[in-house]
T-cell receptor
Framework: QKEVEQNSGPLSVPEGAIASLNCTYS??????FFWYRQYSGKSPELIMS????GDKEDGRFTAQLNKASQYVSLLIRDSQPSDSATYLC??????????FGTGTRLQVFP | EAQVTQNPRYLITVTGKKLTVTCSQN?????MSWYRQDPGLGLRQIYY???????DKGDVPEGYKVSRKEKRNFPLILESPSPNQTSLYFC?????????????????FGEGSRLTVL
């Protein structure tokens, strides 16, 4: 079992829709969780961090964390073609190490 | 402008020829890390450093060395490169703590160095 699992996609959504990206993790004592966006040929860019159970909103992005289910998700409202990218989930173990999932490719079509 | 600078951005080399990929950040970050990114395997951590003179292995350290003599610099050294080290390499940095949380997951990434070992 991978430590951080994501569906590789592609996830295709129409412009204006809500894109829902999911991530599960195996280390129950993980403490902090992150979503990165990576455009093709570019470096990852942090878009959300979440440390407590519940929802955290930032603009069109909402991160949701459920530690009991070991599940973290990212919702993108009013999806735009410019949101088309690979989204990486990352989890900090109780140690200092950050583990990345392999990413979900999102395609937003006009 | 806040940035993490890696050099070289592209390199083709041959097996066994020592090389160094430099990484420098101008944000006074304590934490720095190297990752490699390979298709289907995602980003995997090679080495990281919590501060000057403090380094530790990540998940795939074999064949690599690092040093942290100054806060801003964290070079990655391949003493004897092999073809299985052909990859896209990213250097990243962050503050150690933000708002009471360990913030080593809030990374700023460099633009990447694409290395090919023949």
């Amino acid at each position: 079992q991978k430590e951080v699992e994501q569906n590789s996609g592609p996830l295709s959504v129409p412009e204006g829709a809500i894109a829902s990206l999911n991530c599960t993790y195996s280390d129950r004592v993980s403490q902090s969780f992150f979503w990165y966006r990576q455009y093709s040929g570019k470096s990852p860019e942090l878009i959300m961090s979440i440390y407590s159970n519940g929802d955290k909103e930032d603009g069109r992005f909402t991160a949701q964390l459920n530690k009991a289910s070991q599940y973290v998700s990212l919702l993108i409202r009013d999806s735009q073609p410019s949101d088309s990218a690979t989204y990486l989930c990352a989890v900090n173990r109780a140690t200092d190490k950050l583990i990345f999932g392999t990413g979900t490719r999102l395609q937003v079509f006009p | 402008e806040a940035q993490v600078t890696q050099n070289p951005r592209y390199l083709i080399t041959v097996t066994g020829k020592k090389l160094t990929v430099t990484c420098s950040q101008n944000m006074n970050h304590e934490y720095m890390s190297w990752y490699r990114q390979d298709p289907g395997l995602g980003l995997r951590q090679i080495y990281y450093s919590m501060n000057v003179e403090v380094t530790d292995k990540g998940d795939v350290p074999e064949g690599y060395k690092v040093s942290r003599k100054e806060k801003r610099n964290f070079p990655l050294i391949l003493e004897s490169p092999s073809p299985n080290q052909t990859s896209l390499y990213f250097c990243a940095s962050s503050l150690l703590r933000t708002g009471g949380h360990l913030s080593t997951g809030e990374l700023f990434f460099g633009e990447g160095s694409r290395l090919t070992v023949l």
